[in-house]
């Protein structure tokens, strides 16, 4: 089910278009990873997404008409460096942000103590949060974006600034919460783009160039990887291998030769063939998974 | 010597009040693990210079 | 109720910065210092004795309602100053330091961000004038001789409200400015701006909020309240009002980097 569908959204400042015509649509209960290099717009993006800087141009429409007016009350929102009031307890700014979106302060309280449990930071609500670490912070800042049972949560690099500790915390709680909520958030890492999400729109210079599941966006590529290395290299392997008809592309990194494909199982076929006939000592051989690096490199680049 | 004991119990309240204000700035600074500043210096401000010490901690002193 | 909830967390924060304590507190000194210097000055140069035999020091006792306007004075001059520094940053530190953003990313309306802010400062200046003048005025009463309590009253309303005008300024700036240095430093231009105008043309714009405190010194005197009294509060109401909307307004429209 659909849940939203940004259409053409254009922001410029000045003259300046930061977004151009970013059109995209969120289904209900999907994570998606908004994935670009740093200045592609992911911000911009996630701040009208989260209703508080408006497009220039385009629109963002909720499938429920009666959320599109002041959506903010819908979406909870972690900007890319949460800052509190660091005179408040944990518990206290919990409170305080859910109350803003309307929650009574028994439920306000109720709520606080249940994500404080979620994210981990019972034992310390009571503390001022100038005394949180920067994991701490970044999991009370996903705390105050669930406060008010949000449709959509929106998170601008939740893992970017964390050391690997932080990182896994956050992205093990990501998991948890994608069991049942939508979940859009940016990232410049595509191992956190791989690990968690179930779809990818990718961004560059304020254009989506790609959208699609991890599987859709790999099946554009038409193309697999093998990797296959020798103990007692033959003579002209490369070329021999070069001869294969599902071959198209050799190419030698040290002692591996990455073959590309485009049809998994007669290349292995037919290659085994080969080694057999020859009888070439094989010591590898690895179908490579097509890596969303690969993907981005080669998006990003176009 | 009665002017100057009228004086003194005229006065009183605003000495509390300064010594309220002083103390606040002391217990304030020693709360504050980062100052505008080195902490010393604010110790030697607040106490030393009457009145005008203490308000300018306050004011200026603490990182927002 | 979202106003409310704004309402009592800056309350909350001003009470954990010791706002409540120490701004009353620097009001209240304010205020006595110059009733208090002035009653004991002759006596004090007796005592040090720094004044050379036969020379004759003929300073003139003011009466209570003069010495009652040295304490507005000084509040106009130097409580001013402090409303400034007090209100400075409580929307451009925000901004600056980025919890303005997570703010704004629940439904709050700038209605109730601005204005619950606005009020929140307003009970502390209130308070603090209030005792302030209060303690002014049992000094005065003490050491000078008696002035009506309701003359206090009054002149304590119209006050606040000239103070109300101050720190709505303030807040608007606020919203123009990240800086909190710089916001102190461009209300203060506004201000003294503002008086040094109505100066000049003061015979024109006699309903200025400016002469607030000229028409309290002169309703202290007179115990007569004089319309342009009147219609110079109403101007800082009116103004106080224009303020505070314009900074709505710019909020609003505010592009956030």
Redesign the interface.
Known sequence: MELLHANQLTKK?KENSVIQDVSFTLEHGRCVALLGPNGSGKTTTL?ML????KPTEGTIAFNDESLSR?F??H???L?Q?????D?MTGKEFLV??G????LSKSEARKRADELLELVNLKEVRKLRI?KYSGGMKQRL?IA??LI?SPKLIILDEPASALDPIGRREVLNLMRELKKDSTILFSTHILNDAEEVSDEILLLNNGNVIEQGSMHELESVQNTVTLKLAFSDEPKFIEERLKEIESVFKVHRVQDDFLLTVHDLQTARKQLLEVVHNEDWQLTKFEVAKTSLEDLFMKAVKE | MEINRDLILLLLPIIILQLILLSIAIIDLIRN?QTNGPKWIWALVIILINIVGPIIYLIFGRRP | M?WF??FK?ELL?NW??LKWIWVPIVFILFAVMDPITTYYLPKIMDAVGGVPEGSIIDLPMPNAQEAMMMSYGELGMLGVLLTVVIVMSTISGEIK???Y????????KFTNYVSAKFLSIMLIIIISLALAIGTAWYYVMILFGTIDFTRILMSLFFFTLYFALIVSIVIMVNTWIQSPGLVAFISLALIIIFNVLTNIYGHILTWSPALISDYIGEYLASGVLISELWYAALMAFVFSIVCLQFAIVTLRNR???
């Open positions: 400042y701040r989260a209703g508080f800087i002041d903010r009350q979406v909870g929102y900007p460096f949460p800052v509190f009031y005179w305080y942000s109350q803003l979106a309307h100038s800042g105050q974006a008010h | 693990e | 979202q909830v704004i967390k924060e954990r910065n330091s980025g919890v953003e997570m703010i704004l990313s629940k439904p709050v592009v956030l980097h």
